[in-house]
């Protein structure tokens, strides 16, 4: 059996970078990108993430699941949005992270509209992350 960080090279390798967009066509990775889309239309920002979130794992130094789980809200942190431009247009089109983001109260009183959203992408985010995570097994 492979390796976690083998496995993880693997769906690096499922994915590809053609003129500045990421595809993939194949593998078990393309099936999760499907689900991370929740029914939307297909979006760049769903694939970059995802190649984002992938490069991200293979960083770390890890033997097993839970040594991800340590480093998870690095990860996922590390890949939201900063830029207002950005956070808005994303926001066009998972609006229901946020709103789930604010049900779940974490989202405070006084933020401002960028934290609102970047709390609904962290949301996001962690879900694809978890997406990936489940495609990896342990020895």
């Not at 994915?15 to 297909?42: R, Y």
């Not at 949005?81 to 405070?108: M, N, P, R, V």
Request: glycine share 6%; proline share 1%; charged share 30%.
């Amino acid at each position: 059996m492979k390796t976690l960080k083998e496995q993880v090279k693997e769906l690096v390798g499922q994915l590809e970078t053609k003129d500045g967009k990421v595809t993939c066509f194949e593998g078990k990775l393309l099936d999760a990108i499907q689900s991370m889309h929740d029914g939307h239309l297909p979006t760049n920002w769903i694939f970059d993430t995802t190649l984002s979130l992938i490069d991200s794992l293979s960083q770390y130094d890890f033997e097993t699941l839970e040594d991800l789980e340590d480093v998870r809200h690095e990860i996922v942190d590390g890949c939201i949005d900063i830029y207002h431009h950005d956070l808005l247009e994303w926001q066009k089109q998972f609006s229901e992270y946020t709103e789930q983001a604010s049900d779940e109260g974490l989202i405070g009183e006084s933020s401002d509209i960028s934290a609102q959203i970047q709390a609904g992408q962290f949301m996001k985010i962690d879900s694809m992350f978890c997406e990936i995570i489940s495609l990896l097994e342990e020895e």
